[in-house]
């Protein structure tokens, strides 16, 4: 079997049998193209041919992020685990292979003056403006705004499925920003931003180039438009909303998603932790003996 058709037979069957979401195909697309790219510059050709040293070198010339890394080498495996129940191969040349950890620090959401700022410097551009909107009180990730279809609004609620996992988003938006999003008029009459013309990702592209350049004139440092739906996640939890329901307004498909990125800003975690440890600390002898108005007594709940 050549690396080629191996790929080909592969995404053939998921898109018809486990009907993935279009954004995860679009990845195993990214990770195949890099791929036989690779094989074809040193030669090689069919998927025996990939051995443990071959794979390393591959995933050593990768130049991006630890959490991009991570993804890819997932759906790589996810690969050749297929390649090996079709008995193209013994076993994965990834199996050794540890994803790399993250150093980097967590995206931080907005705060009300960066937003103030964001919103005054979209004045006079209507759909930068909606956009911003949209992606802070929805949470929407970047392509799943720009490609959304009127009929997804009805009233104030928002449904629709991420492109990215497939699962269902239910949001009841601000008035405001309802507002600012019908007003607009786009190329096409079912959508308020994309043509139906392009690829979804380079509407996203575009998008996402317009909103850096507001963020520059509003002289936010390290903005990238995820932390509009940070910042939305981040909202929902200080204000006492579970992490289960902020998972589900998401639209992530596992809560390990959401308390890997947004557990440190989990209200409701926080708060029954600390009653935790002060309840323990009244039944502490320590610091009765040192504190005796203060320690008191009580009980672990």
């Known amino acids: 079997m050549t690396i080629k058709n191996a790929c080909k037979v ?3 069957d998921e898109a018809r049998f486990r ?12 990770v195949f193209r890099s791929l036989t790219r690779w094989a074809d510059r040193n030669g090689l050709s069919l998927l025996v041919e990939l051995d443990e040293e ?41 199996r050794k292979l540890r994803p790399p950890k993250s150093a980097s620090p967590p995206t931080m959401p907005l705060t009300v003056i960066e937003m103030r700022n964001l919103l005054a410097a979209a004045d006079g551009q209507p759909k930068e403006r909606a956009l911003i909107l949209l992606m802070r009180y929805s949470g929407l990730a970047i392509a799943d705004a720009v490609t959304l279809s009127r009929e997804a609004l009805v009233g104030t609620e928002l449904t ?3 492109a990215k996992s497939g699962e269902l988003v239910m949001v009841d938006l601000p008035h405001l920003v309802v507002k600012a999003v ?18 979804a990702v380079t509407t996203a592209k575009y998008w996402r180039k317009q ?10 440092a390290g903005f990238h438009p995820h932390r509009l739906r940070d910042t939305f996640a981040v909202g929902l939890l200080t204000a006492g909303v579970s992490i289960e329901d902020v998972s589900s307004l998401l639209g992530h498909s596992s809560i390990q998603t959401t308390e890997r990125h947004y557990a440190p800003w989990d209200r409701r975690r926080r708060d029954r932790l600390s009653r935790v440890v002060r309840a323990a600390n009244r039944l502490d002898p320590l610091l009765a003996e040192l504190d005796p108005l203060g320690a008191g007594t009580g009980s672990v709940t």
Request: proline share 3%; glycine share 6%.
């Open 160 to 162: 629709l499925r991420r």
């Open 182 to 199: 019908n007003r607009l008029r786009g190329p096409n009459a079912d959508h308020f931003w994309w043509s139906g013309k392009s690829r």
């Open 211 to 220: 909103l850096r350049e507001v963020a520059a004139r509003a002289r936010i």
């Open 10 to 12: 592969f995404l053939e």
């Open 54 to 94: 071959a794979v390393r070198k591959w995933v050593g010339g990768w130049r991006c992020r630890p959490s991009t890394t991570r993804l890819r080498l997932a759906q790589a495996k996810t690969f050749f685990a297929f390649a090996i129940e079709r008995e193209w191969v013994k076993r994965s040349p990834l």
């Open 19 to 30: 009907n993935l979401a279009l954004g995860t195909i679009q990845g195993y697309e990214t």
